[in-house]
Every structure is written in C-alpha cells, then in structure tokens.
C-alpha cells in the first residue's frame, strides 16, 4: 500500500503535465490560427485597396487623356477661327 501512496504523485505530476503540455498547444494552436486569419485579412484588404487604387489612377489617367485631346481640339479649331488680319479694306472705306 506504501508503494501505491507513493507512486501516485508521480502520476499525478505526470498527468498534470500532460494536461499542461495540451493546454499550451491548444493555445498555440488558436494564436497561430488568430495571426494567420488576421494576415490573411490583412492582406486581403491590401490587395483590394491596390485593386481600387488602379481602377482610380487607371480611370484619372483617361479622364486626362480625354480632357487633353478634348483641349486640343477646341484650340485648333479655335485657331481655325481667329482672324489675324482683317479680309476687307477698312482703311479705304475711312479714307473715302
């Protein structure tokens, strides 16, 4: 009886560390899971602000380019319209 009273808290100690050594894994195993779930997040959200930020620049970068060539346009025809020098002859009409 001796024996069985003095091996039981080695078998104590024994399955309170294996409770412990379950425990911890368990923790380490959801904390791997949380920072995996939450950089896996992150990067999703990274991914798609970039995504967005293309289509913006993308779509400033042809708004540009059609403000640009509609600038053009209105400024040839615009020179196509000025008159550098009168077609008639004011100065003989003042003169007669």
Do not use: Y
Not at 82 to 95: A, I, M, Q, R, W
């Amino acid at each position: 009886m001796k024996r069985i009273v003095a091996i039981l808290p080695f078998l104590f100690i024994v399955g309170c560390a294996s409770i412990a050594t379950g425990i911890d894994t368990t923790r380490n195993v959801v904390a791997s899971t949380v920072q995996t779930g939450m950089k896996a997040g992150a990067d999703m959200v990274g991914a798609v602000a970039e995504d967005v930020s293309d289509v913006v620049t993308t779509t400033a970068n042809v708004a540009a380019g059609v403000v640009d060539t509609v600038t053009e346009e209105v400024q040839d025809q615009a020179k196509e319209l000025e008159v550098k020098e009168p077609d008639f002859p004011t100065g003989e009409l003042k003169e007669d």
